[in-house]
């Protein structure tokens, strides 16, 4: 399986992006599909995340900028970032996870960095 996450860029803040990761190798649908994002000097963090059946979370930094959306037959989810803030720059990482009998798989994609400028 491979998450190819695209999307990431410069831009000013209040501005707007849009990441995609796209997931293939797998016949199943993910049971979760979300973004992560890290900072230089911090931890990797829950950015948003959105169940099979379109149930979602949100990092409490990000609601009401953030909107995470997923095509479950394209095995693809989208963040789509509004009123951008310096603050939110990071590696943005998409994650998809599989869940089966008796095993739960979890997987990463390469990272798609985001710069906000003041």
């Known amino acids: 399986v491979q998450l190819q996450a695209s999307g990431g860029g410069l831009v000013q803040a209040g501005g707007s992006l849009r990441l995609s990761c796209a997931a293939s190798?797998?016949?199943?649908?993910?049971?979760?599909m979300g973004w992560y994002r890290q900072a230089p000097g911090k931890k990797r963090e829950l950015v948003a995340d959105i169940t099979r059946d379109g149930r979602t979370t949100y990092a409490d930094s990000v609601k009401g900028r953030f909107t995470i959306s997923r095509e479950n037959d394209k095995n693809t989810v989208y963040l789509q970032m509004n009123s951008l803030k310096p603050e939110d720059t990071a590696v943005y990482y998409c994650n998809a996870v599989l869940v089966r009998v008796g095993a739960r798989e979890v997987y990463w994609g390469q990272g798609t960095l985001v710069t906000v400028s003041s």
């Open positions: 190798g797998s016949i199943f649908s993910f049971n979760d």
